[in-house]
């Protein structure tokens, strides 16, 4: 089971960006799923963006076209660039990777935090 560190959380106002980054302790480019996860106070933990080993993205409706999900295979590490920030964006953000045949993997999770 591959081991993920997110990191680039914090505190930022309304209309800013962040950028997370998710360190993974094996070679990303055999697993065929990572992905970037949130979840709110309260709330239940929703998917916000997706990549495959291929490349294809997916994102969720809330963070289209404001979020860019991306991988460097040669860096083990997947990226979460957050443009246009929302106070509703506010949430602790968790890496998540599966690979066929193996248990998926979740980072501790990092917080992010949108001011008004």
């Known amino acids: 089971q591959v081991q993920l560190v997110e990191s680039g959380g914090g505190l930022v106002q309304a209309g800013g960006s962040l950028t997370l980054s998710c360190a993974a302790s094996?070679?990303?480019?055999?697993?065929?799923?990572m992905a970037w996860y949130r979840q709110a106070p309260g709330k239940q933990r929703d998917l916000v963006a997706s990549i495959t080993t291929g490349g294809s993205t997916n994102y969720a409706d809330s963070v289209k076209g404001r979020f860019a999900i991306s991988r460097d295979n040669a860096n083990n590490t997947v990226y979460l660039q957050m443009n246009s920030l929302k106070p509703e964006d506010t949430a602790v953000y968790y890496c998540?990777?599966?690979?066929?045949?193996?248990?998926?993997?979740w980072g501790q999770g990092t917080q992010v935090t949108v001011s008004s």
């Open positions: 094996g070679r990303i480019a055999s697993l065929n799923f």
């Open positions: 998540y990777a599966y690979r066929i045949g193996y248990s998926p993997s």
